[in-house]
């Protein structure tokens, strides 16, 4: 392989890196900045239409399940385990794009 077609192959492959694929939803081209705030006020329609639609019967049903299996689950003897490693991964997870953050940063202010 020459120095003249290895460039040629980077070349067409930023290229194509750069072009979204017919594949890619609306979602993924746009980065998700036009259809956020959409998903959001149809969130919030849906949820002001239960609101409005179910009875405080129904509301209560769904506390007791939703707040008793919380309640179920915080006795079990394993739950100081799994919140332990939830919050253990979830500090890594922050860690990690913090010190990404801190990377670029200092990769623009050296440039």
């Known amino acids: 392989m020459t120095a003249k077609s290895a460039r040629a192959r980077v070349r067409s492959a930023r290229a194509s890196a750069r072009t979204p694929s017919r594949r890619m939803s609306a979602v993924t081209r746009s980065n998700g900045k036009e259809t956020w705030p959409t998903l959001l006020v149809a969130g919030g329609a849906l949820a002001a239409a239960a609101v409005i639609v179910l009875s405080p019967r129904v509301w209560a049903k769904v506390g007791s399940v939703v707040f008793g299996t919380g309640a179920r689950l915080a006795r079990l003897s394993l739950a100081p385990?799994?919140?332990?490693?939830?919050?253990?991964?979830?500090?890594?997870?922050?860690?990690?794009?913090?010190r990404a953050l801190r990377q670029v940063t200092e990769v623009r202010s050296v440039h």
């Open 81 to 98: 385990a799994l919140v332990g490693t939830i919050l253990s991964r979830v500090g890594t997870a922050a860690e990690e794009g913090g």
